[in-house]
């Protein structure tokens, strides 16, 4: 089996219900390597650093700071290749691959790294809204280095586990709650589903994830809604201005 058919048929057998062993009890602390954020400033002043490990342990799912920035490096690695910008004809990128279903899929994968992403932009903003977008990609580019060269088993490092290994990680730890808030994870699941016509594009709605993410609980509704219903909801006001 390919690594492309493995990762569509994992994806479609997984439930949103499925549940994670996450113990990680990492503390942030100010000796971690995270510049340009806040962390310098609240050092300085003896802040509790800790508020953005309660910010999404306890909060807003059951994993630490530590393990939701690993699923975040996890799905970086695991972006799916587009046709676009891939110098090849439609029918040499899809060839033995059926185009719908390809992009349904990628759709997916993007709809859990855009989780990542805006799980942690949106917090970061919320506490320090200096912060610009620049700041940000270049905390991820560093603490994705420092995830990419810590050890994930004895003498393995992230950085050296292969494109299978990364798979498996990410269809076990990084798809389903309690890692992704029930009612995103349940939106993503139920737009799998769909056919190719009926499907919710992420990156079309993404302009409402940051006021989605910054607004959700612990079950990831938004303003006491699923996540589809207020999406859908948003969407619809949009297109009435």
């Known amino acids: 089996m390919s690594k492309l058919a493995f990762l569509l048929t994992s994806i479609l057998i997984t439930s949103p219900i499925a ?5 990680d009890d990492h503390v942030l602390s100010c000796s971690d390597p995270i510049p340009n954020i806040r962390w310098p400033e609240l050092c300085k002043e003896g802040y509790d650093i800790n508020f953005m490990v309660d910010y999404f342990q306890g909060k807003y799912n059951d994993a630490s700071y530590d393990e939701h920035r690993k699923c975040s490096y996890i799905t970086s690695r695991t972006s799916m290749p587009r046709f676009e910008g891939s110098g090849k004809s439609k029918e040499e990128f899809y060839e033995g691959i059926d185009e719908k279903s390809y992009l349904i899929h990628q759709n997916f994968n993007t709809g859990i790294r855009y989780y990542y992403y805006y799980s942690l932009l949106a917090p970061f903003k919320l506490f320090n809204p200096s912060v610009s977008i620049k700041d940000f990609f270049e905390f991820i580019i560093k603490d994705n280095k420092r995830i990419e060269n810590s050890f994930y088993d004895e003498d393995v490092t992230f950085g050296s586990l292969n494109n299978n290994q990364i798979f498996d990680i990410y269809i076990k730890e990084c798809i389903s709650p309690p890692k ?3 009612s995103y994870a349940t939106f993503l699941s139920e737009n799998l ?7 919710v ?4 709605v993404m302009n409402n994830f940051m006021s989605a993410f910054t607004k959700m609980d612990s079950s990831g509704r938004v303003e006491g809604m699923e996540f589809s219903d207020w999406l859908i909801k948003n969407e619809n006001q949009k297109a009435k201005e």
């Open 201 to 204: 594009w992420i990156e079309e």
């Open 193 to 199: 589903k769909k056919p190719y016509e009926q499907q």
């Open 19 to 23: 549940q994670s062993n996450d113990n």
């Open 180 to 182: 992704l808030r029930l």
